[in-house]
């Protein structure tokens, strides 16, 4: 009898557990508390800013999805293959420094919210957020399908209820006095999925059809978190309120209004700080990607007790500035370019198209389009991009000898 050597395949995720992941990324209060923001504008062009924003930006997720999915690899291990294997480094270590934001940021949104509901101080709740997430580490993406689909169960009811209530509130609070342009409220809403560009392919890259994976993932997560903000504005317009222990009270949730708090923190905060700990990968073959994710969120929970982390508006605009470059310049070399620049240290060219499209977003948002920055300067960045790499090939022609 011949032995036959078995390889064992990889455990691949299936779409149904991409959806669950994305579902309960979208399905957190800070994209509530983003929703409340956009009050000035009224329902009507808020709820426009809303979807135009996310089907901007749930695009570009989309393509970055593709792009890490098809070749297997992680966000930033796919960013090598177009600024170079050092390049890349300079946003992998971006990505963990927004990531550390992140984390710090919903831990002290959680806890704020939960102690607004309950009581019992500010940093015990951000502690038991921190173990809860922690936890949620431990178990591990692979072994997460059953609990997460629990979870998510929970937080839907849990959400439909909020919802719901919300529908039926009879108060009209006046508009807020602080001015708010469609263009910066168009921002808002492309920066929240832009802010998960640079992590999509940490989870589309172990799934079983990672481009129907990343359109799975992309449809629900824009779906969901429309739905969030949409919860916020309304909530503000109807109550007064960007406060979401405040919201949870006035829309009649006690304990269920702390299980969505904690639930959503929890799902949500856990994609940040396990793809900090995948980019922390990128950056160095030795480190371990979950011991990172554990010290990520250990940090984040430290900043969470001692940082004012309240109005996160400025740092949504950070993001899209580095990140919509980036994912211009990788679609276009993704589309154009037939060579794979991860075997080099640099690739100049790309990395400076992308220095121009980043000064290009922040002059743009001096400018106050009515259509926003993101838009603008992805296509702008785009042409750029598409026309080094043009001009890179002709010289690679006129450099390459003569052949009879």
């Known amino acids: 009898m011949q032995n036959c050597q078995m390889t064992q395949s990889p455990k691949r995720t ?9 579902f309960g990324a979208a399905l957190s209060i800070a994209e509530i508390q983003t ?26 997720l989309f393509g970055a999805g593709v792009i890490g999915g098809k070749v297997r690899k992680s966000s930033m291990e796919a960013a090598k293959m177009t600024f170079g294997s050092r390049g ?52 591990g993406l692979e072994n997460l399908s059953r609990l997460n689909a629990l979870a998510m169960a929970a937080l839907l009811l849990l959400t439909l209820l909020l919802s719901s209530n919300l529908a ?55 779906l969901v978190s429309s739905w969030m903000y949409l919860m916020g504005l309304g909530a503000a317009l109807a109550f007064g309120e960007a406060d979401i222990a405040q919201i949870m009270l006035k829309s009649g949730l006690g304990l269920a209004g702390l299980a969505i708090i904690l ?43 001692f940082l ?37 240290l640099f690739c100049w060219s790309n990395l400076l198209v992308w220095l121009a499209g980043f000064l290009l977003y922040r002059f743009l948002m001096e400018t106050d389009l009515p259509i926003g920055s993101t838009l603008p300067d992805m296509l702008l960045t785009m042409c750029l991009s598409a026309a080094a ?15 009879l």
């Open 14 to 22: 299936s779409l149904w557990a991409n959806g669950l992941i994305w």
């Open 35 to 60: 929703g409340t923001f956009l009050a000035p504008l009224g329902f009507g062009q808020g709820m426009l800013a809303i979807f135009m924003g996310h089907l901007i930006g749930c695009a570009l």
């Open 88 to 139: 890349a480094l300079l946003f992998a270590g971006l990505n963990i420094l927004q990531l550390l934001g992140w984390t710090g940021i919903m831990i002290y949104e959680g806890a704020l919210a939960a102690g607004g509901l309950l009581g019992a101080g500010h940093e015990l709740w951000c502690l038991l957020i921190g173990l809860l997430i922690i936890l949620w580490l431990a178990i």
């Open 168 to 222: 039926s509130a009879s108060g009209a609070a006046p508009l807020p006095a602080e001015a708010m342009s469609f263009g910066l409220a168009l921002e808002l809403s492309i920066a929240m999925p832009l802010s998960w560009l640079p992590l999509i392919s940490d989870y589309t890259r172990k799934a079983q059809k990672p481009v129907r994976a990343a359109a799975v993932s992309t449809i629900v997560y824009g």
């Open 263 to 305: 639930f959503s923190t929890v799902t949500t905060t856990y994609l940040d700080a396990y793809s900090a700990g995948v980019s922390g990968e990128a950056l160095s073959s030795k480190a371990k990607g979950k011991a990172l994710a554990i010290a990520v969120t250990l940090l984040g929970t430290g900043g969470a007790i």
């Open 308 to 344: 004012p982390l309240l109005d996160f508006t400025d740092f949504l605009y950070f993001i899209g500035s580095v990140f919509a470059p980036m994912i211009a310049v990788q679609l276009v070399n993704h589309l154009m370019a037939s060579r794979n620049y991860e075997t080099s």
């Open 389 to 403: 790499i043009v001009l890179g090939n002709r010289q690679k022609e006129k450099e390459e000898p003569a052949t």
